[in-house]
């Protein structure tokens, strides 16, 4: 497979693996609502999605980014005026943690323009795999003529990329009929069920059955057979069934090749399809509009998404209660659109927008904000959210494990390191939990009552004895061990040192 080559690439492709992790920390002051699990983090995106792999890996159904799109423009929110390189460098270590927070059916949605889209293909289907590519959607931005180009700018690009395609396929959602598309469904007859279609009743053979070819007499006594090559597409008995509900048309004559009476009530929508008009899904005017009623026009930002588009891509790819991350969240719009749509969300923002922008609008919408896609989806208000800023690092510039670390945190660290998935225990004793038939343990801190400094940080015969009971390989970390060798191995203990056996990156 072809891949890209950049100045520094080999530098940009180990750049995830350096980076260190890091608490979070929460920020009372500005979290609000209800106590539940959405959070926003201010702090570099980077270093706060690597700070949130030991929680949330393999957890996110819906990933959507709207990075910095290199257009030569620098804006006040954003320094897009990116050298082609340093653009590079800064997309590709986050996509590479990006990868790892999707869910078996998750799906990433990557916003972008003409000036780098070629680029961003190429190295999303180096990250994610060809294979996973699943559409590179058209958002028709503006609704009136560009003239100051030499042809008009009116579109951008959604590329979307699936963890199991087939899985993403299945479970995926239908986007709603449009009124334009409803126009084939009339009601000629005054048919008391409704508007309907008439739809061919024939299919391609295939793996037809033989209660799929019989003889249909219409009501004028003309018979008709499946056409060569073809059967029809429901069995005899069926047909037989449907006729008798009258839910067969034979045309206005009565003598036609018989089709299916299908009403509108009975299509609960369309496969979403590449191009997305701004009539369905909003554009930039309207966007503007938004902010400008959130945060009137001084305060406005820059190049903000409109809420309906964000609904239409968490409509298709998510569910009530699934988990949504955006590590540009920019104003805040996923984040909004999400808590609306009752999704819980993870947010990243780096900048003083985090405090001045997502903040405030994501106030408003638990207080029950009434703009964007509110009326449609009868949002009222409630919930709420927790911010959180990056703490100081899991271990110093030396290797050493930061003092100020508390136990959960070196428990998650570690469970993820060992197991690459996320912890979800209550991190209350020594024994983390169990993986693979290995049960993996940790002594720090006092869990368990010892209140001394470094207490119970020591593997001895005596503490061995209370530790949670497991009949099968151990991995205990701790300080140090007073057992040898020997001892060991015939417990099926395997002992790591906190920190020099931890990976520190």
């Known amino acids: 497979m072809p891949i890209l080559h950049w100045l520094d690439r080999d530098k940009t492709l180990t750049i995830a693996n350096k980076i260190p992790f890091r608490l979070l920390e929460e920020d009372q002051q500005y979290s609000y609502g209800d106590n539940t ?24 159904k819906c990933i959507y980014i709207d990075p910095p799109y290199n257009i030569g423009a620098a804006f006040e929110h954003y ?126 053979e295939g793996h037809a059955t033989p209660e799929q070819y019989y003889e249909v007499i219409t009501p004028t006594g003309k018979v008709h057979k499946p056409p060569k090559g073809r059967c029809w597409g429901i069995s005899k008995a069926t047909y037989e069934d449907l006729l008798a509900k009258g839910r067969i048309y034979f045309g206005k004559t009565g003598n036609s090749q018989p089709n299916i009476i299908r009403y509108i009530w009975q299509v609960p929508g369309v496969a979403p399809w590449t191009w997305w008009p701004s009539e369905e899904v909003g554009h930039t005017d309207e966007a503007k509009k938004e902010i400008h009623a959130l945060f009137g026009k001084i305060k406005a930002f820059d190049t903000p998404k409109p809420e309906r588009l964000i609904q239409r891509i968490i409509h298709i790819a998510t569910n009530p209660g699934d988990l949504i991350m955006d590590s540009f969240l920019g104003s805040g719009t996923t984040a909004a659109v999400a808590h609306k749509m009752g999704r819980r969300y993870i947010g990243v923002e780096m900048g003083e927008q ?22 449609p989806v009868d949002w009222q208000g409630g919930g709420g959210f927790r911010f959180y800023r990056l703490g ?84 205990i970390f701790g300080e140090a061990t007073r057992l040898g060798e020997a001892r060991l191995r015939e417990l099926g203990i395997t002992f790591k040192q906190t920190p020099y056996d931890l990976k520190m990156r």
Not at 354 to 375: C, D, F, M, Y
Not at 426 to 451: E, M, R, S, T
């Open 79 to 204: 320094d897009d005026n990116l050298e082609h390189s340093q653009w590079l460098q800064l997309i590709y270590p986050r996509l590479e943690l990006l990868r790892e927070f999707l869910s078996q059916d998750g799906s990433i949605w990557v916003s972008i323009d003409d000036s780098e889209a070629a680029y961003l293909k190429v190295i999303m289907d180096e990250i994610f795999g060809r294979k996973r590519f699943i559409a590179c959607n058209v958002w028709q931005k503006r609704y009136s003529r560009e003239n100051r180009e030499a042809i008009g700018d009116v579109h951008e690009y959604i590329f979307t990329y699936a963890k199991n395609p087939d899985l993403f396929k299945k479970t995926r959602n239908m986007v709603p009929i449009t009124e334009k598309q409803a126009k084939v469904y009339r009601n000629p007859n005054n048919d008391p069920l409704g508007r309907w279609r008439p739809v061919p009743m024939t299919a391609q």
């Open 354 to 375: 985090a405090v001045t922008h997502v903040v405030p609008r994501l106030q408003k919408v638990v207080e029950g904000e009434q703009g964007g896609i509110s009326n």
């Open 392 to 475: 100081e690092p899991v271990f110093d510039s030396d290797g050493h494990l930061n003092s100020s670390v508390k136990f959960q945190a070196l428990a998650a660290h570690i469970w993820f390191t060992e197991t690459k998935i996320p912890y979800q225990g209550q991190a209350d004793l020594p024994l983390l939990g169990i993986h693979n038939n290995v049960a993996y343990y940790l002594l720090y801190n006092g869990i368990l009552g010892d209140k001394r400094p470094n207490g119970g940080n020591v593997l001895t015969n005596k503490l061995l004895a209370i530790l949670p009971p497991y009949d099968g390989e151990k991995v």
């Open 37 to 60: 699990p959405n959070m926003i983090i201010q702090g570099d995106n980077l270093e706060a999605l690597k700070a949130l792999l030991p929680y949330f890996a393999g957890q996110v």
